[in-house]
């Protein structure tokens, strides 16, 4: 059998290479991690860019079968910020030195929805004379509305494929016209068209996947061709449907460790684009977060949202920093980051450079 440093080598990597290193465990896992840290350090540097995040709302149109803050789920408060606090906590960061933002919403489609998100990113970006980079997550738009968005200061949109087997799809979401698989992706390529760093992503550990989806998911995302990704473990939730399954999943510590190694991969596969160290892995192991920069990882988005709301944005169970005001996250993220021996990127956008090398030089 070849052995790993081999096939971490290779320049292009086969479904079976992917597979053989997520099966990876002992000395040759290690192994994967250490040339992950390697590729990262090499390519992108040992630095860690802030962006903070905005849960702007957890009111949402759709029911997918995995999220806490779905339609169904008659047991959370639902709240959207006043622009105020959202101008509030995009002050804060840039008072900080975080360089850039991330709105996160539920997902609506009313105008009143688009046009409160356009004149809040033309409010953000008054902010330090456009000094704040601006990063989307506020689900599938029509084409119409990405353009708005970009014109308005966005410049980078976060859409998860949550998984790239449109069977495993069908199974994770309603069957309906506002679940599917190929209109999730035709965004993508609208947010491409459009001008954003696109960052996609999966759910690790999810019930019906398998090591040859998550293999797959690896090609998908260098397919797509992304900039950016963020991905973490399933973390099931009691008032969603997948909780049936509940007996059937990996233990939280598999599929954190799943989680890992998918980061390690797709640092190696995919060399210079940002990768985020979600709060999900934080969700498992309370290191979780640096484990993940340390093979790979260079983005991290600490919650900006204020306190009141966070118990109502609860995609999962035992979400972290529920309770903790925003500074206290920055100064324990700092030390934390700190202790992985990468610097952070303050005041600085931090960029996909994959993104960046793409763009045609006039
Ligand atoms: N509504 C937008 C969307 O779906 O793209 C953005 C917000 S949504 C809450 C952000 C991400 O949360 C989803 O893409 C999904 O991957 C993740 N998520 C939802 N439920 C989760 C769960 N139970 N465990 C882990 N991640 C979850
Ligand atoms: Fe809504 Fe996003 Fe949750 Fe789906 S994952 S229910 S779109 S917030």
């Given at each position: 059998m070849t052995d790993i440093r081999s096939i971490l080598n290779q320049q292009q990597f086969s479904h079976s290479d992917l597979v053989r290193l997520l099966y990876s465990e002992g000395d040759d896992q290690q192994q994967l991690f250490k040339?992950?840290?390697?590729?990262?350090?090499?390519?992108?540097?040992?630095?860690?860019?802030?962006?903070?995040?905005?849960?702007?709302?957890?009111?949402?149109?759709k029911d997918c079968f995995y999220c806490g803050v779905r339609l169904s789920n008659k047991n959370i408060q639902r709240y959207q910020l006043s622009d105020a606090e959202v101008l509030?906590?995009?002050?804060?960061?840039?008072?900080?030195?975080?360089?850039?933002?991330?709105?996160?919403?539920g997902e609506r489609y009313d105008k009143a929805f688009i046009k409160q998100i356009e004149n809040l990113i033309i409010e953000i970006k008054k902010i330090g004379n456009g000094s704040l980079g601006l990063t989307l997550s506020c689900g599938e738009q029509s084409k119409e509305t990405y353009k708005r968005w970009f014109n308005a200061g966005a410049h980078r949109y976060l859409l998860r494929i949550?998984?790239?087997?449109?069977?495993?799809?069908?199974?994770?979401?309603?069957?309906?016209?506002?679940?599917?698989?190929?209109?999730?992706?035709?965004?993508?390529?609208?947010l491409k068209e459009t001008g954003y760093q696109v960052g996609t992503g999966v759910m690790i550990g999810l019930p019906f996947q398998s090591i040859d989806d998550l293999a797959n998911d690896?090609?998908?995302?260098?397919?797509?061709?992304?900039?950016?990704?963020?991905?973490?473990p399933y973390i099931e939730h009691k008032?969603?449907?997948?909780?049936?399954?509940?007996?059937?999943?990996?233990?939280?510590?598999?599929?954190?460790?799943?989680?890992?190694?998918?980061?390690?991969?797709?640092?190696?596969?995919?060399?210079?684009?940002?990768?985020?160290?979600t709060t999900a892995m934080q969700?498992?192991?309370?290191?979780?977060?640096?484990?993940a920069i340390l093979v790979g990882a260079n983005v991290i988005m600490p919650n900006l949202t204020p306190v009141k709301y966070r118990e109502d944005y609860l995609l999962y169970e035992d979400k972290p920093c529920i309770d903790e005001e925003a500074d206290e996250c920055k100064n324990c993220l700092e030390a934390r980051i700190h202790r992985t021996g990468n610097a952070i990127g303050h005041k600085e956008w931090g960029d996909s450079l994959h993104f960046k090398r793409k763009k045609p030089s006039f």
């Open positions: 040339f992950a840290a390697e590729v990262k350090k090499k390519e992108v540097g040992n630095k860690v860019y802030f962006r903070g995040l905005i849960e702007y709302s957890n009111i949402c149109s509030q906590a995009a002050q804060f960061a840039y008072d900080q030195g975080f360089a850039s933002l991330v709105i996160q919403s949550e998984t790239s087997n449109q069977e495993h799809y069908k199974k994770i979401h309603p069957q309906n016209s506002k679940h599917d698989y190929v209109k999730r992706i035709q965004s993508l390529n609208h690896l090609l998908f995302f260098q397919k797509l061709d992304i900039d950016m990704a963020g991905m973490g008032q969603t449907p997948l909780y049936q399954y509940s007996n059937e999943l990996l233990s939280l510590k598999n599929r954190f460790l799943l989680s890992l190694k998918m980061v390690a991969l797709l640092r190696i596969l995919m060399k210079d684009i940002n990768i985020a160290a969700a498992i192991d309370p290191e979780g977060r640096e484990k």
